[in-house]
């Protein structure tokens, strides 16, 4: 049997190379992208972190056609620039060139969040033990990254650790296995508490400070096609010094919250209220609160031994 | 003056019930929220017909069997000018 050629065996300038010109299709979850860019960081991220990504025939049809492109003419020889095109249409405004990778990766999830309503989509990460999962809602600031990256390397299988996708026709949540965004402070956390997980390069002074993203472990990328249904919902709050704190909340309180991080809840119609109920009707809902990641991880531990 | 405007619901209600707590949601507008006791008969009456704060403050005081406070009527249209906001209602007069 022969083995499946991925991202990682490609020769670095071969696949620039594709990124420059024909595009590489880059499959992610349900979606494939084609990504077309000039910017040789993107080609380095691209080939560290969806290494293990297999390298699909030319042929296979893209669900977004993505270009992180050269900004203005001139800015190719004084502080160049990166932007966004999508299907051929600038989108945002352009970045550093130095950026060009975060800019990728943030552009993915704009395409996934802005059009695909077969799903409903909650701004959470979301892991699971077996077949249960794990939700995690939070705004910026709160930890949800650092504690979903650390789960993710504890025993816990990651499925997004940006964009929940809820299955419309049966409320699963499906897999999308993109790399988890560590900002600041939390990449040396992550790089301390999981030294064998994969970093791609950091991005410096972005408008979130600096950015890196760290790999889907392999054996998880394997499980993209299992999705699970949910059976928790934590909103987690890192607090410096606060004791770890897990606090049952109210389900109704929960559908709210899920529904005003939802990027189309409003689109999905009363169809959406009901699956967001349904949703959480089959969860346990809590408050957490943590300031050290290894009483965190021991907490979540006892959470999964109880789920039956 | 704003006591005799008539409010109707702006769309079907969607129920449900969580944990004791009635989650409500508005089909046309979008907006759900948790529904308290007295927001729940308000809108429950809504969708019987247009109404004034001023016939919803008596159906109140009728369903309860007590002697509303004399600002019930002021709190009621309060309730409904946040709802007119969030568009939970459609104003029928004027």
Not at chain 1, 129 to 137: A, K, Q, T, Y
Not at chain 1, 216 to 222: F, I, S, T
Not at chain 2, 44 to 49: A, T
């Amino acid at each position: 049997m022969t083995e499946a050629l991925t991202l990682g065996k490609l020769r670095l300038p071969d696949l620039a190379t594709l990124l420059r010109e024909d595009g590489l299709l880059l499959r992610t979850g349900p979606f494939t992208f084609r990504l077309r860019s000039p910017h040789a960081v993107l080609a380095r991220n691209v080939r560290q972190l969806y290494g293990t990504m297999p390298v699909l025939a030319a042929s296979t049809p893209a669900d977004f056609d993505l270009a992180i492109a050269d900004g203005a003419p001139w800015r190719r020889f004084w502080r160049r620039q990166c932007r966004c095109e999508f299907d051929g249409k600038s989108v945002f405004e352009p970045l550093p060139a130095a950026h060009a990778y975060a800019l990728l990766e943030w552009s993915m999830n704009w395409c996934i969040s802005s059009h695909a309503h077969q799903y409903l989509i909650v701004h959470a990460a979301v892991l699971a033990r077996g077949d249960h999962g794990l939700i995690l809602p939070a705004p910026p600031g709160s930890g949800k990254s650092t504690l979903c990256a650390a789960l993710t390397h504890h025993g816990w299988r990651l499925l997004s650790d940006e964009l929940t996708l809820v299955d419309m026709q049966d409320g699963r949540l499906w897999p999308l296995c993109r790399p988890v965004s560590l900002k600041n402070d939390s990449i040396a956390v992550i790089r301390q508490f999981a030294p064998r997980a994969v970093f791609g390069e950091v991005t410096h002074d972005t408008a979130k400070g600096d950015v890196v993203h760290m790999a889907v472990p392999e054996e998880h990328l394997l499980q993209v096609q299992r999705p699970v249904r949910a059976r928790w919902v934590v909103y987690p709050r890192y607090l410096a010094g606060a004791a770890t704190q897990l606090v049952a909340r109210q389900r109704a309180s929960a559908v709210l919250d899920l529904a005003r991080n939802a990027f189309n809840f409003h689109f999905q119609g009363p169809e959406g209220f009901e699956r967001l109920c349904d949703l959480v009707e089959a969860c346990d809902c809590y408050d957490f609160s943590y300031s050290q990641l290894s009483e965190a991880m021991s907490c979540f531990d006892v959470l999964a031994s109880g789920a039956g | 003056m704003s006591q005799q405007v008539h409010y109707a619901l702006s769309g079907p209600l969607r129920w449900r019930n969580l944990d004791g707590q009635w989650l409500v949601h508005c089909c046309a507008s979008g907006a759900t929220m948790v529904a308290d006791p007295v927001d729940a008969a308000l809108l429950e009456w809504l969708g019987d017909g247009p109404a004034s704060a001023a016939d919803l403050a008596l159906r109140l005081e009728v369903a309860s069997g007590a002697q509303m406070p004399p600002d019930s009527q002021q709190g009621i249209d309060e309730r409904l000018q946040a709802w007119l906001q969030h568009g939970w209602v459609d104003v029928m007069d004027d």
